[in-house]
Each structure stands twice: as C-alpha cells, then as structure tokens.
C-alpha cells in the first residue's frame, strides 16, 4: 500500500496567500496527498478562496473556534486519514516535485519526523544568508542531540504525533521546538532534509522589522534553552502577515554573515 500525506495548514485572513500554496499543490507531479484547512473563523475570502481549489485534490475545510497554530494543527490531525502529516503555514510555497521527493524520502530513510529546508520568498543575498543561518543552525541541533524546528515545514507520522499527543497548546511559541524535543525523549528522531526546500515568506520579518525580529526569535531561542518550553507570553506573536519591508543594515548583515560561516564550519568539521 503506498504512503500517503495528509496536509494540514492553519489558516487566519489568507485570502492573499493561500491560493498561492494551494495552486502549488495543484501542480504537484505525485497526487497520493489530502489537504486540510483548519480556519479559525475568519473575516476575509480564506475559505471561499480555497474552496476553488476543491475539484483539484481531496480538501476538507475544519473550523475552529480557538485562534492558536497548535489547537488548529491538532484539530487538523484528526481530520487526517493518511500516515504522514505535513503542517504547513498559509504563506509558503512549494516546489512541484515536493510530495513526490517527499515521499521518496520517507520510504528511502524510513524516518518518523522530517524537517525540510527553508528558502526565502526574495532574491536579497541578506535574506538568503539569514536562512542559511537558521537551516544551519537546525541541522546543527539535530546533530548535537538538542533538536530544533525551523516552524511551519514539519512532517510526522500520525502514530507518533498521537502518542506524543500533538502539539502542546499552552505553549506561547515554539510549539515546533517543543515536539521535536519530545519525539526525542521516546527515541523518534527527526531527519534534515536538505534537498527538499520550502520556500518562506518574509511577512513577519517586514511587518516588525529586522532587528525587532532578530530580538524576537533570540529571545525566544535562549528561552526555550533555559526552561524547556515557552509558556507565557513573552511579546506579541500573532498570526497574519503586513506589506511593509526593513532590511538589515551593512553592519547587522555583517554579523548575520559571521555566524553563517561559523555555523557552516562547525558542520563541516
């Protein structure tokens, strides 16, 4: 019986972008995947716009009552009816070969969890080193036993996700840390997958910043270091996106680049 992949993908106003992702998945090269929408009550076109998307490939449309990534992405799972779920947020994008190199990988290394690589939604080298810096830090954690996620690209088993009972919905942020970390704990580990990427919207980052986001993330990386789990509100994290774009100066991109040659060294050594 062939793998299959349950999609599932939290959704809040994304009448933008959602269509987007969902015409990715409509030319998808491999069809042997579900999609499901977990909306919490939105105000805009989300679900009208989705479904258009309806005689394409198996979707359903699940409503919440709760606006939380973990309670959506959970409520989603039970929804699923295939082996593998893969969560991912409303504003990427896909390449067409991605199920099918997905699936390829999953029968090849017969993991449970996979991470996939992250690429920005720009051509501005600074965007592209400030990933290479998250991806490396990633598969650097994976390597030193401290597992990390890159958020909004993780696929699980569904028999793992359910006995490590999704995600933890007190959690403020980091949920994705969080699981990958308790997979670990009952010898689940999470395999990289550098060939396959996901390419990500820069959003947030335009929305509060550079540099308000670069102090959101550490905080939030030194946080989950220290206590394990971020479960009070450390600053404000909501869902959604905005238009408007700031860009690391010279000297911020300078040492965004130091640490991506400190992270690649130590990985290739």
Do not use: W
């Amino acid at each position: 019986m062939k793998k299959q992949i349950s999609i599932i993908i939290p959704t809040l106003n994304e009448e933008r972008d959602l269509p987007r992702l969902l015409k990715d998945f409509q030319k998808q090269t491999n069809k042997n995947f579900e999609v499901i929408i977990v909306d919490a009550q939105s105000k805009d076109k989300t679900i009208k716009k989705a479904l258009e998307f309806s005689n394409s490939f198996p979707l359903t449309i699940v409503e919440s009552d709760i606006t939380n990534v973990s309670h959506q992405r959970n409520l989603g799972s039970r929804t699923a009816k295939e082996d593998y779920l893969f969560f991912i947020d409303a504003d990427s994008q896909i390449e067409s070969t991605c199920i099918d190199r997905l699936l390829q990988s999953i029968d090849e290394y017969r993991y449970l969890i996979f991470q996939l690589t992250l690429v920005p939604n720009s051509v501005a080298y600074s965007d592209e080193i400030l990933f290479n810096v998250i991806n490396y830090g990633v598969e650097l954690s994976q390597k030193i036993n401290q597992p990390m996620s890159n958020g909004g690209s993780m696929v699980m088993h569904k028999v793992v996700f359910e006995q490590l009972n999704g995600f933890d919905e007190t959690i403020y942020l980091s949920e994705d840390h969080d699981i990958v970390k308790r997979a670990q704990k009952i010898g689940v580990s999470t395999k990289y997958l550098k060939n396959i990427k996901l390419k990500v919207s820069l959003r947030r980052l335009k929305k509060d910043g550079f540099i308000p986001m670069l102090y959101k993330y550490s905080l939030a990386f030194i946080y989950t270091l220290a206590k394990g789990k971020i479960d009070k509100k450390l600053f404000d994290y909501e869902m959604g996106g905005a238009t408007y774009d700031t860009k690391p100066s010279k000297e911020q991109f300078k040492q965004i680049k130091k640490l991506y040659h400190l992270l690649k060294k130590i990985l290739e050594e």
